[in-house]
């Protein structure tokens, strides 16, 4: 049996017998030079962190190119650095699970030092060791895998959570709240000096850095006008020429450690596949399981210089051609797929977005969705072929079934969602002077089948339990009364005011000539027993174009 702890040098052969490639550097020479002149801190400990930024290091630090490694610090989960980081030695096996059902798998050992910050009105100690790291001139970036909650201060109403309003209260010695403890970090290196840095969002959301940088400025104001910093820091993390905010489009699926990797691990013969779950919920392993196909563009704006990130393969480019590659993916060639697979998986009762492509009537809806119906609007960023980027999608990605990804997990926050999925591709269809949204099929079927979904009665008439959205309870509340099993009734009181929200479509699907068409798709789907299917069935032999 081998540990991920063993002496990966001098124990090459036991390793490489088991088809694990390890490091050929040196593990504490490397964490000595980190420590002493920090380059990287990358915030959020997780599985995308461990499956590609990890990665990223570790092929720079491979080819000569980078001789420190990453200084990881989490402020959610302090078992993640505690049982996951320390008690491994801060190593991670990563296994990338290709859709032919073969592995290649990777020991990194690149992460210097792992550190819990969270928490800091309750003991600090983490969080001053990294004020500590912050006043290094060498460091060069802090990179961020947060989740896009993790960046948001005010609740809906628009009032400060209270962690922030405690800590804008309280100023910066010991923050509770990650963005401030974010804030206190770069006060640290503005009393050290202002060297510059940039601060790299990775989350998976639009304008990521811009929204990093909002939340940045908000709490420096906000302890600014309670006297506990001068305008003088103010203005330092305002320009940018001094503190950075790039943007970033990252994709690349990694979801929660296997259990079926877990079992191939153990009968391979490496001893630390179990699976931990810790108090915060959080699923995670000394492995982490990871698609093949990654992709990371960013736009290169490091005023303290930076890593050759461009030898791992991340694409460094402008601002601009970032947006292009960001809604490229999430309003056209890849996550209206994805949501699409999630609303229908979920009311058909798939386990599993793989399962799902499987199925001729729903591979074909996403086929009809990406190169019907968006490609000939998407805006190409030139970096990434839109059309490749689909077909690796289609054929590679979605029906590799060893990345266990369900319809259920992806179906959460839909309605935060639908705006971004489809209404971008529904605007330019309006804008278009060749192009009339009324030429749309697909998308208003996916919608209609949203309205099915929100009843929460699946296509056998049962009830069903739906994924977690923040709107559920009004949305839910409005179709609750339409009938399962008639489609002669009026559903147009019921569903008027979700289809003409703005705030839910980024338009008036009404105004844009969408609302009836969806209503009617809807209609259908209410005929009884097996109508979401066949309605699905008939519009492809009606309207789906030949893709095969």
């Known amino acids: 049996m081998v540990k991920i702890t063993d002496d990966y040098i001098a124990n090459k052969d036991t390793f490489t017998n088991l088809g694990i490639n390890v490091p050929t550097y040196d593990e504490k020479e490397l964490v000595a030079k980190t420590l002493a002149a920090p380059r990287w801190v990358h915030f959020g400990g997780g599985n995308l962190f461990r499956a ?10 491979e080819k000569g190119e ?15 650095v505690n049982q996951v980081y320390k008690g491994f030695d801060n190593r991670i096996l990563r296994v990338v699970t290709k859709a032919d059902g073969t592995k290649d798998l990777h020991l990194f050992a ?26 290094k001139d060498s460091l060069q970036l802090a990179t961020f895998s947060i989740t896009e909650k993790g960046y948001v201060l005010k609740d809906p109403a628009g009032n400060f959570f209270a962690p922030v309003q405690r800590d804008i209260e309280n100023g910066p010695a010991q923050p509770e709240n990650n963005m401030a403890l974010l804030v206190g970090l770069l006060l640290a290196r503005f009393e050290a000096g202002a060297k510059p840095l940039t601060l790299l969002s990775t989350d998976n959301f639009s304008q990521n850095g811009d929204k990093l940088r909002d939340s940045v400025i908000t709490i420096a104001k906000a302890w600014q006008e309670h006297g506990f910093v001068e305008q003088a820091f103010v203005n330092y993390v305002s320009d940018e020429s001094r503190v950075a905010f790039p943007l970033s489009m990252i994709d690349r699926i990694t979801p929660n450690p296997s259990e079926s ?5 153990q009968k391979l013969g490496f001893e630390d596949a179990h699976i931990i779950h810790t108090p915060k919920k ?43 590659a960001d809604e490229m993916k999430v ?12 609303v229908y998986g979920s009311i058909l009762h798939f386990k599993s977005i793989s399962s799902e492509v499987e199925n001729a009537s729903l591979r074909n809806l996403i086929k009809q969705i990406g190169y019907v119906e968006g490609l000939p609007v998407v805006k190409d960023p030139k970096v990434i072929n839109p059309q490749e980027f689909i077909d690796e999608l289609v054929t590679k990605r979605l029906p590799n079934p060893y990345i266990p990804d369900t319809p259920q997990r992806i179906a959460t926050d839909t309605s935060q969602k639908m705006a971004i999925r489809y209404g971008v591709t529904i605007k330019h269809y309006v804008d278009a002077a060749d192009r009339e949204p009324s030429q749309l099929n697909f998308i208003p079927l996916v919608i209609a089948t949203w309205l099915r979904y929100l009843m929460a009665i699946d296509d056998n008439g049962e009830s069903f339990e739906p994924s977690p959205d923040p709107l559920w309870d009004d949305l839910h509340a409005k179709v609750a009364g339409i009938e399962f099993g008639n489609a002669d009734q009026d559903v147009h009181a019921a569903v008027k005011d979700i289809l003409s929200n703005k705030a839910i479509f980024g338009v008036d699907l009404y105004e844009v000539g969408l609302g009836e068409k969806i209503e009617a798709d809807f209609k259908l789907m209410l005929a009884g027993k097996g109508s979401i299917q066949s309605t699905l069935d008939d519009m492809l032999q009606k309207y789906g174009k030949n893709l095969d």
């Not at 980078?66 to 993640?80: C, E, K, N, R």
């Open 52 to 61: 590609f930024h990890a990665a990223i290091a570790n092929t720079l630090i």
């Open 66 to 80: 980078l001789d420190t490694g990453i200084i990881v610090a989490d402020t959610y989960d302090d078992t993640l």
């Open 110 to 135: 690149d992460v210097a030092q792992a550190l819990f910050a969270g928490r800091a009105n309750e003991d600090p100690t983490g969080y001053n060791q990294l004020k500590e790291i912050f006043t």
């Open 261 to 265: 990797v877990s079992a191939d691990l």
């Open 282 to 324: 959080t699923n995670i392993a000394a492995f982490v399981n990871t698609e093949e196909a990654h992709y990371l563009v960013v736009e290169d704006k490091f005023p303290n210089g930076r890593p050759k990130f461009e030898d791992a393969g991340v694409l460094m480019t402008d601002r601009d051609t970032v947006n292009l």
């Open 331 to 342: 309003t056209t060639c890849l996550n209206p797929l994805h949501t699409a697979l999630a």
